[in-house]
């Protein structure tokens, strides 16, 4: 991949990261793998424009990372205060994906 | 009889039930564009089944559920209020970075300054010619010109700056106006009003864009809103309004009691909150009428960069020629200032910077005393301020030239970022309106599933984004240092 390419894959990372859903996720870092890849192996022959591009990419894929796993966070603690309570500590009781059964059609 | 109406009881009951459910069934189809809506839930309670004490059973409607999930409303607000921030900044920085210009073309300072130093060289090869000293005069008054109007437009900017922050806090009081009013509506009567509901958070949402604030919902249903979670804006019905003024700071007691007063944010009780507007249109605008103007035009407490400047130049050039003579003499005759400002006010040198209006051509001191005396020594030495060999010839370590191109290119980076910020702003708005939407009307069950697949997937992403930014900062190190 050339460094156009390699921007292009991190808009499609950050697109993926606005549609925040957990498929979404999951897409998301196999893009992101595969751009760690080619940065790392290829000899990349770069204009300081296309480094910059590529460093705003990162930075725009990183704050909608941070945004969206501050969302999850808290929204864990709530799903966990709601759905499992405290425990003797006074902290959430933890919810496993673990063991349940989930439907769909 | 009695049996047979209680069992029509419980039809009508039923049928009321159903109604009512098919109603909010339609309200949710008919508002599903409407801004601040959030999809309604009719919920149907049984009725106990207890013949003796008259209870028939049944169905009854129950209550109208929202499914507007408050965090996820606060987390749009939120990421609202950063854009909200970032779009000022970049309108804020925009306009800053036209007042100083970087390139060669006649205006602005850089250019002016360029001009002057070159008029001082064509003197120096040519000190006692009328026409090459008439040359640094007027390139003299260029650049005196090219201070007064950046200084000029930066007075302008802060009017500007000024009104917008009037403006925005009137379009602040407006709304929690409208939500104080949505507030009273709601203690009478219209908690279930899903009409309401929309307009009240569609309300909240414009807030969002102008401060940084929180809500709490009470138990009767109104909302409560806080400016960075301490001063009230609305507490029930009841508006708390904001006022924007001019003031100069007295503690510590101000070292340029001329400067330009500050803006400063009121509550209605009357104590300052500006150090609470942090984010949003509001705090964007306060960071730039008092932090980044003040570090160019100054404040109470410093000159400003541009005031620096303006002095520091001035001083030395005037300092060159004062030494130097204008004829040996005998008696030697020493020259006069080129320059005169403000001295009295260090935050209006830029602004009052001009050339001593009694000096002429024949009165500007070429001959550097000595010993050994040089006929053009002192014009040699003004020529030299373009590249200084000495520490005198410098303000902060740095030419005056790159003094002035570093006031220019820390606008322009910072323009830069912000326009950066700005866009991952926009999509961060995105993703909170779809985590939002995600949020409405969740199943617990499949939530915490749902989320532990999301962490894996953050767990995986942080470290890659971690690498990435890793060998990208090393492609621009190795790019900057091959420059």
């Given amino acids: 991949m050339n460094p156009a390419e390699l921007a292009a894959e991190l808009d499609r990372v950050c697109r993926l990261l606005e549609l925040a859903t957990p498929p979404a996720m999951e897409e998301s870092t196999a893009v992101l793998q595969t751009v760690v890849c080619e940065l790392s192996a290829a000899n990349l022959s770069i204009q300081p424009a296309e480094a910059l591009k590529l460093r705003t990419g990162v930075r725009k894929a990183r704050l909608l990372l941070e945004s969206a796993a501050r969302f999850h966070r808290r929204w864990q603690e709530i799903v966990c205060g709601t759905g499992g309570g405290y425990t003797a500590e006074r902290s959430l009781e933890q919810l496993s994906g673990s063991g349940r059964i989930r439907l769909s059609c | ?483």
């Fill in chain 2, 1 to 483: 009889m009695s049996n047979l109406l209680a069992s029509l009881n419980v039809t009508a009951g039923a049928l009321n039930a159903f109604d009512m459910a098919l109603q909010t069934t339609q309200n949710n189809v008919a508002n599903a564009q409407t801004p601040g809506y959030a999809k309604q839930t009719q919920t149907i309670d049984s009725v106990s089944f207890n013949l003796q004490q008259g209870s028939i059973g049944g169905v009854s409607a129950g209550a109208s559920l929202s499914s507007r999930n408050e965090f996820a409303e606060q987390n749009v607000h939120n990421q609202n209020t950063e854009l909200g921030s970032a779009s000022q900044s970049v309108n804020s920085l925009t306009q800053l970075q036209n007042l100083f210009p970087v390139a060669d073309d006649g205006s602005g300072i850089a250019s002016a300054m360029n001009g002057l130093f070159s008029a001082f060289s064509s003197w120096a090869e040519s000190p006692n010619n009328s026409s090459t000293q008439q040359v640094v005069l007027n390139n003299a008054t260029t650049v005196a010109n090219a201070f007064n109007s950046t200084a000029q437009g930066i007075y302008q900017f802060v009017t500007s700056t000024n009104s917008q922050i009037s403006q925005t806090v009137n379009d602040i009081n407006n709304l929690t106006g409208q939500l104080a009013a949505d507030n009273y509506q709601i203690q009478h009567g219209g908690g279930n009003d899903a009409g309401l509901d929309a307009n009240l958070h569609n309300t909240l949402d414009q807030l969002s864009q102008y401060v940084n604030f929180s809500t709490m919902q009470q138990s009767d249903g109104t909302y409560t809103v806080l400016v960075d979670g301490q001063t009230p804006l609305v507490i029930g019905s009841n508006q708390y309004s904001l006022s924007a003024s001019m003031q100069q700071p007295t503690n510590p007691t101000p070292t340029n009691p001329n400067a330009p007063p500050l803006a400063t944010i009121t509550s209605s009780s009357g104590a300052d909150i500006t150090s609470q507007v942090n984010s949003g249109q509001l705090g964007s605008l306060l960071t730039t009428r008092n932090t980044v103007i003040p570090s160019y035009i100054g404040d109470a407490y410093q000159s400003g960069s541009l005031n620096t400047m303006a002095q520091q130049f001035a001083d030395r050039v005037n300092n060159l020629l004062t030494s130097g003579n204008v004829s040996d003499g005998p008696p030697a005759q020493t020259g006069t200032p080129l320059f005169t400002y403000d001295a009295t006010n260090a935050t209006n040198a830029a602004a009052s910077l001009s050339v001593n209006p009694s000096i002429t051509g024949a009165q500007l001191a070429a001959i550097q005393p000595g010993p050994p005396e040089v006929a053009n020594g002192t014009a040699l030495a003004l020529a030299g301020l373009a590249n200084p060999q000495q520490a005198s010839d410098e303000i902060n370590g740095q030419s005056y030239t790159q003094y002035y191109a570093n006031i220019a290119s820390s606008i322009g980076s910072s323009l830069t970022q912000a326009t950066d910020t700005q866009s991952a702003q926009q999509t961060a708005v995105a993703q909170a309106q779809n985590l939002r939407q995600q949020a409405s009307g969740v199943d617990l069950n499949e939530e915490a599933a749902t989320l532990v697949q999301f962490q894996n997937a953050y767990q995986a992403n942080s470290r890659f984004i971690t690498v990435i930014d890793n060998i990208t900062s090393d492609l621009i190190n190795m790019i900057n240092t091959a420059n």
